[in-house]
């Protein structure tokens, strides 16, 4: 028997590869069908199964592409209605793989069609648990993202309740457990760094598997959910009716576009994202451009500050025109129309007005306080009230355009977020909105502690609060 975990960082998301005597199966698979089939070619193993946890909502699955291109039998868990040719398993039913067992496992509560996938290893022994998003490394799936429901998050956290202590910890301590997402996911709010543990070790330190009743568990689970990304529903959506091939999407999406083509397109409307390293898009970028980088969670970004029907066109990095499509399909951008060829050079080339963003080291902010610059924390609250610059203002960057009208447009303001990436997306938004003096801190906030000379007022980490919380509700 062979098991692996494939990590995506940039969505923080983990499929899972399993194989036994030539046959495999794939659980929650990525979009892109490629890896998978290169992986299956070399290890010279053929596909049997595709099985899903339950309709994701932060990414655009794989599974339908897989299941096609393979002829491998597509699984979902009981009551899983899909508007394509699926296996709706039953729960407890079991599917012979090689010479191991997979068995699904329903557990409603992050939506209600969510289970996970009980592996048996030959000799029948309970091996491991893939659990999708009913439970991560240090928290439970989030219980209000279930698909046109009239079931409430608190109806939901019971479900989740029964789920978990029914049918995931009655598992015996060594049992392994394989999460779908890590610390960064938006599918919960206090995942760990690490992709995975085991059964004994979630009933010692995850907070909501700690003894207590089920509204006790409601009430710690359901407090404190910040609002979903705007594409999340779509996502999900998408997942259940269905998509067009990848191949077909990339083709339409991965289209050089000449100077004219490009400034036609803006005239039209189309919003220009540029992909390009936050240090690129500082010396120079087009005006009205909102830069949101490939090297950090470029697609959950895209998803949480851009409508999906919105029109782009791509600056990219030269060689990184695939990577951006590829990438914002995942989480199911289509609209795209095609990039700058040759990317910033070439307008810069045709002596094109660009823009530019100020930025500064964290040592030098004091400097800029004395000239009447006010500190713009873009981190979220629960960052800023575990540690804060003194009289800083937060905004967090998912609700900055929301909340424009509490910031001075002629007002000064040091943007820093935790290490330089968030802050950048900010002042790229802030400058599009007519704000003329906005300089992002290099480094973020990790800089600032370490450099500056300013107050730092300390409070309470999530943790410490959740704990506190789950004391007072046990009182």
């Known amino acids: 028997m062979y098991v692996e975990q494939l990590y995506t960082g940039c969505l923080a998301e983990a499929a899972y590869y399993i194989e036994s005597n030539g046959e495999a199966a794939i659980i929650d698979p990525m979009r892109e069908t490629q890896p998978y089939l290169d992986m299956l070619e070399k290890r010279g193993a053929k596909l049997k199964f595709v099985l899903e946890t339950h309709f994701h909502a932060d990414f655009v699955s794989g599974h339908l592409d897989l299941a096609r291109e393979t002829g491998a039998r597509l699984i979902f868990g009981p009551t899983a209605k899909t508007n394509y040719s699926s296996y709706i398993a039953e729960d407890g039913e079991r599917f012979v793989l090689g010479d191991v067992e997979i068995q699904v496992l329903h557990t409603p509560g992050h939506t209600m069609e969510s289970s996970v996938f009980l592996l048996f290893d030959k000799q029948g022994k309970q091996h491991s648990v893939f659990t999708g998003d009913t439970l991560f490394i240090g928290d439970v799936g989030r219980p209000d993202l279930a698909i046109k429901s009239d079931l409430t998050k608190e109806d939901l956290a019971g479900l989740l309740y029964d789920s978990l202590h029914d049918k995931i910890l009655p598992l015996p301590d060594d049992v392994i457990v394989y999460p779908a997402h890590g610390a960064g996911s938006q599918c919960g709010k206090n995942m760990s760094s690490e992709t995975v543990s085991t059964i004994g070790e979630q009933r010692k330190m995850n907070y909501a598997l700690q003894p207590m009743s089920k509204a006790e568990f409601v009430e710690v689970v359901a407090d404190g959910i910040p609002e979903p990304p705007a594409y999340f529903p779509e996502n999900a959506r998408i997942n259940r009716e269905g998509y067009q091939n990848i191949d077909e999407v990339l083709k339409r999406n991965l289209e050089p576009m000449d100077l004219e083509g490009f400034e036609s397109a803006i005239s039209n409307g189309a919003l220009v994202l540029d992909t390009r390293q936050e240090g690129q898009y500082e010396q120079g970028s087009i005006i009205k451009s909102i830069n949101i980088p490939l090297n950090g969670q470029f697609a959950v970004w895209v998803g949480s500050l851009i409508p999906m029907d919105k029109?782009?066109?791509?600056?990219?990095?030269?060689?990184?025109?695939?990577?951006?499509?590829?990438r914002l399909a995942r989480v199911g951008f289509e609209n795209v129309s095609g990039y700058l060829e040759g990317g910033m050079q070439t307008w810069q080339n045709a002596d094109k007005e660009i823009q530019t963003i100020k930025s500064i080291e964290a040592n030098e902010m004091s400097g800029y306080i004395h000239q009447g610059y006010e500190i713009l924390d873009v981190r979220r609250s629960t960052e800023a009230e575990t540690e804060h610059v003194s009289g800083a203002i937060n905004i967090s960057l998912v609700d900055i355009e929301n909340r424009l009208n509490e910031l001075d447009k002629d007002g000064k303001y040091l943007v820093h977020c935790a290490g330089?990436?968030?802050?950048?997306?900010?002042?790229?938004?802030?400058?599009?909105?007519?704000?003329?003096?906005?300089?992002?801190?290099?480094?973020?906030?990790?800089?600032?502690?370490?450099?500056?000379?300013?107050?730092?007022?300390?409070?309470k980490c999530p943790t410490q609060l959740r704990n506190e919380k789950l004391e007072t509700i046990k009182q």
């Open 311 to 326: 029109q782009l066109i791509l600056i990219t990095e030269l060689g990184k025109e695939h990577e951006s499509v590829l």
């Open 420 to 459: 330089g990436y968030r802050s950048m997306i900010a002042s790229s938004i802030l400058t599009n909105h007519g704000f003329k003096n906005v300089v992002n801190i290099h480094g973020g906030f990790a800089k600032i502690r370490e450099d500056s000379d300013l107050e730092l007022i300390a409070g």
